[in-house]
């Protein structure tokens, strides 16, 4: 399981596009990339995941160069209820390996 | 709507008191997780259940023990609580443990220890 670095905090204004950066240099041939958010008082939910170049879904896109070893999440438009704690994970598609989450990023929308 | 089910969502034991948390699931899922979340801190595997094989993980206190019933039902039993016990516990499901099986998490039952 890769070890992911992801900035502690972030702030941005409602209405504006957030990229928040996640570096995993030992990162894995078999790993992908995963994003979880999780809300005060609620468990994580799944945002999005990828293996390289681009994926993009109705909640966010996800932004893997060719080297793989750092991914941007990217949140359009953001609104105050985007206020929440965005985990990146780089885990194998293997039976065994689980997820582990790092400390995340607390990213807070202000008006 | 399938989901995954936390009861109760607040629950307050006293020191050394034992105490079960419960969690159930609609989703027919083979995984069952246990998670230990503290305050500002990213959420901590316990353990987990594929189907009826149980993985305890390395650094998991002895003090925590799950049973699972049957597929839908898992429990979280604290033998004796401590002080630092005290946290959210999430219980979240997969239908496997592949990258390709995405965990859906319950809303948590908050634990304070009295």
């Known amino acids: 399981l890769a070890k992911t670095t992801q900035p502690i905090s972030m702030d941005s204004y409602e209405g504006q596009e957030v990229n928040i950066t996640c570096s995993h240099n030992?990162?894995?041939?078999?790993?992908?990339i995963t994003w979880y958010q999780q809300f005060p008082s609620q468990g994580p939910r799944f945002i999005i995941q990828?293996?390289?170049t681009k994926v993009t879904n109705e909640v966010a896109s996800l932004f893997i160069p060719a080297d793989r070893k750092s991914s941007t999440l990217s949140l359009p438009r953001v609104s105050l209820s985007d206020t929440a704690v965005y985990y990146c994970?780089?885990?194998?598609?293997?039976?065994?390996?689980?997820?582990?989450f790092g400390k995340g990023t607390r990213l807070h929308i202000l008006p | 709507d399938a989901m995954v089910i936390q009861n109760p969502r607040y629950q307050v034991t006293q020191f050394g008191k034992p105490v079960t948390l419960s969690c159930s699931q609609t989703?027919?899922?083979?995984?069952m997780y246990w998670y230990q979340q503290k305050s500002s801190q990213a959420p901590k595997l316990l353990f987990h259940?594929?189907?009826?094989?149980?993985?305890n993980e390395a650094d998991t206190p002895d003090n925590f023990q799950s049973r699972r019933p049957n597929t839908s039902f898992c429990f979280l039993d604290i033998r004796s609580p401590g002080l630092g016990d005290a946290a959210m516990y999430l219980c979240?499901?997969?239908?496997?443990?592949?990258?390709?099986?995405?965990?859906?998490f319950g809303p948590g039952t908050r634990l304070t220890v009295t």
């Open positions: 979240a499901t997969s239908r496997g443990t592949g990258d390709l099986y995405e965990q859906y």
């Open positions: 030992n990162i894995a041939t078999n790993d992908y």
């Open positions: 990828g293996y390289k």
């Open positions: 994970l780089a885990k194998a598609r293997d039976r065994d390996d689980k997820i582990i």
């Open positions: 989703l027919n899922h083979n995984v």
């Open positions: 259940y594929y189907d009826k094989d149980f993985n």
